[in-house]
């Protein structure tokens, strides 16, 4: 059980991080723009 949550938990730490730099990313190409 304990490592489903950790794999869980690190998948969730690895989507916000992916998302946030996404945003970033799109952010950037806005003020490009």
Do not use: D, P
């Amino acid at each position: 059980m304990r490592k489903i949550i950790g794999y869980v938990a690190a998948g969730a730490v690895l989507a916000t991080v992916s998302a946030a730099v996404i945003i970033k990313q799109k952010k950037k190409e806005i003020k490009h723009k």
